[in-house]
């Protein structure tokens, strides 16, 4: 996990290019005004900000963080059609139930995204995380954390923690490297 | 043709969109219901914005891009809003239906 980035000047890099998209996609245009202009934000806005905010682990394998993101969004497209289905079945059907799923990642920033990617993909929305305060203290061993999720039909429970761990966790572990 | 590719989109977004409402209606307690609206509706809006992006671009001022930006957004903020509503249930304790399995999994409030 690294929480200081390489450039003084530059605390966020990806916020600061995210940044300079959204600009130019608001105004949609790519004059030379308007890129100067998102150019200017975008290294102004992070800077001016980062005294407020907490430190934030940073994205380190931006290629692998493209993948996940692709696969997150092919991943939602099936989830839709899947609950699509569930849904205009009949309700006898379904079995919901509530499942704790053990967690490797620690820190708030990459438990966020996993929780959110759980509840756009297939037939899961994340309700609660234990236990819920962050802990960061130097030095020491970081809590064990659980995330407890909503499942519309469950079938077979390890399974489904299986796929969580291995589709959706493993690759932030990597992309935040923590 | 144009024509044709943007109706198909509107009808498929509005057909994900009817569904997801439905299942609002039909599922039987508060937690299924939740289903519904934080993913079916993702996909039928991203279509219908798909579908506006293609209308002006192709009809009117010439290409459109900021719809991209309000799918963005609300891919950010369907999972957000859809996990305050559990949490504030989890909290009032609300009743889930009987068949629902784990229930020993959720942990009482700090």
Known sequence: MRLEAKFKWLPTPYRSLLLFAVWLLLNNSVSAGHILLAVTLAVVIPLATSPFRTKQPLIIKPGLAFRHLMLVLYDIIT?????????LGPNKKLTPGFVKVPLDLAHNMPITILASTV???PGTVSAELYPWRECLAEGKEPEKRFLLIHVLNLEDEQALIKTIKERYEAPLKEIFQC | MIEWIISILLLIGGGFILVGSIGLVKMPDFFMRLHGPTKA?????ALLLIAAMIFLST??????????????FLLLTAPISGYMMIKSAIHHKLDSIERTTGKDNIEDDV
């Open chain 1, 119 to 121: 509840s756009l993909t």
């Open chain 2, 41 to 45: 509706t993702t996909l039928g809006m």
């Open chain 2, 59 to 72: 009809t009117q001022i010439g290409l459109s891009v900021k719809e991209i930006l309000i799918s963005l």
């Open chain 1, 79 to 87: 989830a839709n059609i899947q609950v699509a289905i569930l849904i």
